[in-house]
């Protein structure tokens, strides 16, 4: 069992001070500066400004943080339908990363397109980096005590005992060790970003990576949900889980359609060869034949 006794907020309301910094927002605002850094890099590598990566991130952050409120309001109905102006109260907390995912494409691609750039190549860029956002914005989860899960006597369970934790609003409360589900989706997060950033370059034409991000995370995303403890919509399956399901019927039948692999060059091969400890294998032999003449 890992006992997390830390608060939600880093810095708490208190004497001559009326604001706090939750742990969820600061590692959310990281998140998405790490992303917006990285692919400020990248552009211009194939191509796109780094001005203009930081133009349609500004619209994709804007729609990021609509979707994922309005995600959050939705699975939470009962909650906001008697009190409407509820919804708006954005300081009082309440996302959903689904909604800041698809929100932030959106925002992103309706950018793109008015100013006339290449949404898939910038899509393509975008992919890794999202999953580096996705892993660091979950270590405030972590800290918060957000997400509620089912009880488990595994030694790798998580235990949230500081009073002010949102694992008080769970079901199970503050000191019942559950399934991490936090560490499983970064876990997961980690083995999708390595696939996605060992593809970067080999798949054709420019957007299929940024479907293939979406259809790893929403894979993993559906499996973890099954430990959470979330409204259940139907068939015993949450939000999360058709949302999932809607990105898996778009993404898998778009790539199984137009994705292809592009085989390396001959001039990537040589870098990634040189790159070797000890050249190829080929020229491993051939300096051993060498030898033996």
């Not at 729609?63 to 409407?84: C, E, K, P, Q, T």
């Not at 907390?93 to 100013?115: P, S």
């Not at 034409?205 to 919509?233: C, H, N």
Request: hydrophobic share 55%; glycine share 12%.
């Amino acid at each position: 069992m890992i006992e997390i006794g830390i608060g939600p907020n880093l810095v708490s309301a208190k004497a001559g001070i009326d604001w706090v910094i939750a742990w969820h927002g600061l590692f959310s605002f990281l998140g998405v500066a790490a992303a917006v850094y990285l692919v400020g890099r990248w552009g211009p590598m194939k191509g796109v400004s780094s001005d203009t990566i930081y133009s349609i991130a500004l619209w994709a952050i804007i729609g990021g943080f609509i979707g994922a409120r309005v995600v959050h309001v939705i699975d939470h109905w009962g909650l906001y339908s008697g009190n409407v102006g509820q919804m708006f109260a954005i300081w009082s907390g309440g996302v959903g990363v689904w909604g800041g995912i698809l929100g932030g494409f959106i925002g992103g691609v309706i950018y793109a397109r008015i100013a006339k750039h290449p949404i898939g190549l910038i899509a393509d860029l975008t992919a890794p980096a999202m999953l580096v956002a996705q892993t660091i914005g979950r270590l405030g989860d972590i800290a918060n005590g957000e997400h509620c899960a089912k009880a488990t006597d595994w030694f790798i369970g998580f235990t949230w005992t500081h009073p002010q934790s949102l694992a008080a609003n769970c079901a199970n409360g503050i000191g019942v060790s559950v399934q991490p589900v936090i560490a499983y989706e970064i876990l997961w997060n980690m083995i999708a970003l390595a696939v996605v950033w060992n593809l970067r370059g080999r798949l054709q034409p420019a957007g299929m990576l940024f479907a293939l991000y979406l259809a790893l995370y929403a894979l993993g995303r559906f499996a973890v949900t099954f430990a959470r403890e979330d409204k259940i919509w139907a068939l015993g399956m949450q939000e999360a889980h058709y949302i999932a399901l809607l990105v898996l019927a778009i993404t898998v039948p778009l790539l199984a359609w137009k994705a292809r692999w592009v085989p390396r060059t001959a001039e990537e091969t040589a870098v990634v060869e040189a790159a070797k400890p000890h050249g190829s294998r080929a020229e491993r032999r051939r300096r051993e034949r060498g030898q033996r003449a």
